[in-house]
């Protein structure tokens, strides 16, 4: 339908990307990027009044995405056609336009694609010999100073090698290890830093792709010198387990990225750490949490680690205040099955305990509102918590008491 409404309103239109990429190694991949010659955003307003969905478009970029009614998403994006060190031999005249954009992508298995214009429908374009790279599971740059250009692809090469089990063509591992010993991964902006090393942690193969990453030098360009490397991986290894359990056992973790993040920077120096949180521009309730996680778990560790009894209010009061995606570091670098078991008897067990009484409750027996009805539920959760008190009659009881 793409390629029958762009030959008819005379646009050029191409299927590109990790989705051909995918498509060749019989992956799924549901993100279908488009590229158009010569203007995206009118072809895709033409083609929403044909095909339905809805349509956000982006003129400062050239592109839209088109979101069709069974949540699927098309990407739309104008052939760019900027100058880059092109190889001498020129380039065939009628394809000039869609070789230009894809000379600009990271590697030579993302410049696959094929002519969607219906009656080419399916011609494909193999400008750089993507589909051998491919064949032959090599990750390979397209000039010498792609790294240099965008540091972030750096992260992207090592994201996609452990993905598909490919490996880094060697030219390009040089190209990489020479950008990043020129400090270029230090020219990066954070939010964008950020948005990469997420999509990294987010893959199954998250882990390995981390490690390469740490044995490259890159995590320390990033993050500052990091001492202790080897306890740095045990504790993300560790972390991945707990998370693991969290899904078995029905425990909510909010954004797995930054449970990740929060054992990385605890190995990081203060200014460095704060220096990043601040360039992740996260909103203020995420930013505090973050905070509260660095200026509190040393001290509810000393606490944790000493084989002392506490009473479950006790242990309440210990980890209440830490956010479950602050739990899950916290028993990571602790590296102690007390705390484990610690903090998992408080996410399974205490951190759902909580009572009857209302504040309607109070009014009735004669209090006033003020501090006293907070002061009032909290010792009423503790007692119940210690097992003093378990239905409402008691609590009522309690109160009165
Ligand atoms: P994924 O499967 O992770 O979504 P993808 O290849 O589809 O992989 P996107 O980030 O959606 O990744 O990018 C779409 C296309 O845009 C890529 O195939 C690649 O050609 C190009 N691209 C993305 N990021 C860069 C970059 N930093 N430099 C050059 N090209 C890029």
């Known amino acids: 339908l793409i390629g029958q409404k762009a030959q008819k309103e005379g646009y050029k239109a191409y299927a590109i990307g990790g989705f051909v990429r995918d498509l060749l190694l019989g992956v799924e991949n549901l993100d279908i990027d488009i590229v158009v010659e010569e203007n995206a955003i009118s072809f895709a307003e033409k083609l929403v009044k044909y095909i339905g ?63 969607l214009n219906s009656p080419v429908f399916g011609d494909f374009l193999d ?40 490996k880094i063509e060697e030219q390009t591992l040089a190209f990489m290890e020479n950008a990043i010993n020129n400090n270029m991964l230090e020219e990066v902006k954070v939010g964008r830093m950020a948005d990469e090393l997420k999509l990294m942690l987010s893959e199954k193969t998250g882990l390995t792709s981390f490690k390469r990453a740490m044995d490259l030098g890159i995590i320390d360009k990033i993050f500052g010198e990091i001492e202790d490397k080897d306890r740095l991986l045990k504790e993300m290894e560790t972390v991945n387990n707990l998370m693991e359990i969290c899904q078995v056992k029905g425990i909510s973790i909010d954004e797995p ?31 505090d949490d973050l905070m509260y996680f660095f200026e509190e778990y040393k001290g509810a560790l000393e606490k944790l680690r000493n084989p002392k009894f506490y009473s479950p209010s006790e242990l309440v009061e210990i980890l209440g205040d830490f956010s479950h995606d602050s739990l899950i570091p916290l028993t990571a670098i602790s590296g102690s099955n007390l705390v484990k078991r610690r903090v998992f008897l408080y996410l399974e067990e205490l951190s759902k305990v909580s009572i009857e009484t209302k504040g309607e409750d109070l009014l009735e027996l004669g209090f006033k509102p003020g501090p006293i009805f907070s002061e009032i539920m909290e010792n009423l959760r503790k007692e119940k918590l210690d097992g003093n008190i378990s239905n409402k009659e008691e609590e009522i009881i309690w109160v009165k008491s």
């Open 53 to 115: 969905g809805n349509l956000k478009t982006y003129p400062n970029f050239g592109t839209a995405t088109l979101t069709l009614k069974d949540g699927s998403k098309i990407d739309f994006a104008t052939a760019r056609m900027e100058f880059y060190p092109f190889p001498a031999a020129l380039p065939e005249v009628e394809e000039t336009t869609i070789k230009h954009d894809l000379y600009r992508r990271d590697f030579t298995i993302n410049t696959l694609g094929f002519k």
């Open 127 to 166: 400008f750089f010999n993507g589909k051998k790279d491919l064949e032959d599971g090599i990750i390979r740059v397209l000039y010498n100073l792609s790294f240099v250009e965008d540091p972030t692809r750096i992260l992207r090469a090592i994201r996609f090698e452990a993905r598909y089990g490919f």
């Open 257 to 287: 990225f930054l449970v990740y993040l929060r054992v990385i920077l605890s190995h990081c120096r203060e200014h460095i750490r704060i220096k990043f949180l601040k360039g992740m521009n996260l909103e203020k309730n995420l930013y």
